[in-house]
């Protein structure tokens, strides 16, 4: 089984900052492009930031000078180190990975369960 397991949410005052952390286990061949998306209550879901496993970055305008992707490849995680953090970034953090299992070689979009971060004073 793989799995993504994130970390790092949590409450945060307007201007602070968090990182979050993703990392993937179990039974991996490879893994190409990772990626942070986010869901406020009542919304629908977005991107955020991806990271291809060449090191090539995209960010939601939105984020762009306040938040920063990058990976382990060593450790199959992902970062997202979030700066200057306001209102509304709150929302449920998830990762994705598109995964090649070790085993049948197929390739998935693998989700986390997801992380809250909640930024209020």
């Known amino acids: 089984q793989v799995q993504l397991v994130e970390s790092g949410g949590g409450l945060v005052q307007p201007g602070g900052s968090l990182r979050l952390s993703c990392a993937a286990s179990?039974?991996?061949?490879?893994?190409?492009?990772m990626a942070w998306y986010r869901q406020a209550s009542g919304k629908q879901r977005e991107l955020v930031a991806d990271?291809?496993?060449?090191?090539?970055?995209n960010y939601a305008d939105s984020v762009k000078g306040r938040f920063t992707i990058s990976r382990d490849n060593a450790k199959n995680t992902v970062y997202l180190q979030m700066n200057s953090l306001e209102p509304e970034d709150t929302a449920v953090y998830t990762c994705?990975?598109?995964?090649?299992?070790?085993?049948?070689?197929?390739?998935?979009?693998?989700w986390g369960q997801g992380t809250q971060v909640t930024v209020s004073s």
């Open positions: 994705s990975a598109d995964i090649t299992r070790a085993v049948s070689r197929y390739t998935w979009r693998h």
């Open positions: 179990g039974s991996i061949f490879s893994i190409n492009t």
């Open positions: 990271i291809s496993s060449g090191g090539i970055i």
